[in-house]
């Protein structure tokens, strides 16, 4: 098949900085790797709000052109898909109109800045019958596919605890100065949406509907100075770190927290999933490895056995190196990517494998129930 045969379609790029470079680098290297793709990202537009910025931006991508009129972007008739990478204050009103112009979304997590917004999303994309996941990119993890399996399989049983951390140490310096993520009015919450989204939709992906919660936040720095001027201080006002315990709808119980002041810990996800036969272990920080335990093993012969997950007979490694070769972080997205747009060639569902919006508000629920809990100290319904 020549590369051009095969359908192109229009990219509108949200935002050009961190998750716009892991998102337009994974829709480059998508039809490179993923050969012949089902669909070929066209990069037809990029929006910023610094005009220089993302004029550079936009050349330095391979963008056809650029925008500092989110609205104007999404209205362009070359764009047929809207990535939204913008701060979370942002996700809601370019993805709706984005819905409403009959254009695909992808949208970066958390979906919304509360349970509300994503209701209001997920109602528009539901109406306008357009195809929507949201970025919770750990779900395309080869290792993390694998454990699915295996839990799919019965290798470890049925589950009855659920565990996971995401702990960062990147904003413990008293003079880190004021980001967005650090102001509820443009984030929603801190650690919580920021790192705690990913593990809250891991804990849905393998092992269902989270029932009820009960939660603990702290904000450790209440103040910090603002980068424009550094004599002046802002307040802090979302959560540095929080703790919650979950309980699972089908009897399952499991805890989760994140922290962005653990000293030393630089991306810190680790994950233990624990069945009546056996046990699975993940650590995003060495994401080509997986620890599997089970008593299925005759007993002279049972162990924790690590799998370097970097054959071709495991998940998406037969489109990259020869085995023993380890991808990275912003494979991730490349994967996920895939997934979007082999789903939209080919009208499969995105579920189970990638989370639509529907898991997006189900993970704002949740989200919103372990603030809730940790005003009123109870345990509260994660609906």
Known sequence: MKMSSIKEIGIGMLG??????????????MPIFFYPPPIKPKLIALYGRKKERVMEASLRYGYKRYYTDWEALVKDREVEVIDNGLPNHLHKEPCILAAEEGKHVIC??????NSEEAEEMYKAVQRAKVKHMVAFNY????????????????????????????????V???????????KREFSGSGALGDLGSHIIDLARFFVGEID???????????ERPLAEEPNKKDL???????????????????????????????????????????????????????????????ENRRGFKNILVTEKVHPFYDRWWPHGHTIGWEHTFVHELYHFFDCLANDKPIEPWGATFYDGLRNNQIMDAILKSANTGKW????
């Open 16 to 29: 050009y900085e961190f998750m716009g470079k892991a998102h337009t680098n994974a829709l480059i290297k």
């Open 108 to 113: 970066e997590k958390p979906l919304a800045m």
């Open 139 to 170: 779900r395309f993890i080869p290792a993390i596919i694998l454990a699915k399996k295996f839990i799919e399989e019965g290798y470890i049983g049925k589950i009855l605890q659920f565990r996971a951390v995401y702990l960062q140490e990147w």
């Open 172 to 182: 413990m310096n008293p003079n880190f100065p004021m980001v967005w993520r650090l």
């Open 212 to 222: 009820s919660v009960i939660g603990l936040t702290k904000t450790f720095i209440k």
């Open 236 to 298: 802090v006002d979302v959560d540095d770190a929080f703790i919650a315990l979950i309980k699972f709808k089908d009897g399952a119980i499991g805890s989760v927290e994140a922290s962005r002041f653990s000293a030393g810990r630089k991306n810190y996800q680790r994950i233990e999933i624990q069945g009546d036969e056996g046990t699975i272990l993940f650590n995003l920080e060495r994401l080509n490895e997986l620890e599997v335990y089970t008593n299925k093993d005759k």
């Open 380 to 383: 509260e319904r994660a609906y």
